[in-house]
């Protein structure tokens, strides 16, 4: 079901006071949280031109319900640049109504435009939500992820 009221734009500096809610509930999704200097760091790229991360907001009867941050990077497996979708998350008053794979597309439609090769992303496995609505509008890959926290 297409939702033909939401309206995707880039964040601008007027948005903070809206995006910081949804920020702190998608860290709570995740069971963490950050210091409020990198709060503030992050807010601060995601306006900076000079910083290769982006942050793009979904607007219902202009209420924010949805953020997405993405970062372009240089890969060497191609000339060209690729998207990583960082973080995505929808208000939870307003799940089901299609803003999740629409902000997906408002990021497809942004790397296109950046010539960027490809766009990904991760979740955790048990994210079945999340999940369900990726295997519609991506490919999962066999690629496992290693860490080492520094």
């Known amino acids: 079901m297409k939702n033909t009221s939401i309206k995707i734009a880039a964040l601008s500096k007027d948005d903070y006071e809206f995006w910081l809610p949804l920020w702190q509930n998608y860290l709570k999704f995740y069971e963490t949280s950050l210091p409020s200097s990198t709060i503030q760091n992050t807010w601060h790229s995601l306006l900076d031109s000079n910083v290769p991360i982006y942050g793009f907001g979904a607007w219902q009867d202009d209420k924010l319900v949805g953020i997405t941050h993405v970062v372009l990077h240089p890969t060497t497996w191609s000339s060209m640049a690729c998207c990583y979708l960082q973080d995505l998350y929808v208000d939870e008053s307003v799940r089901g ?42 490919s999962l890959t066999d690629m496992v992820q290693y860490r080492k926290n520094l």
């Open 97 to 138: 109504q299609s803003i999740g794979r629409i902000l997906i597309e408002g990021v497809y439609n942004f790397a296109d435009e950046k010539c960027c090769n490809h766009v990904y992303w991760k979740t955790q496995e048990s994210n079945t939500d999340a999940r369900r609505l990726y295997d519609n509008v991506a």
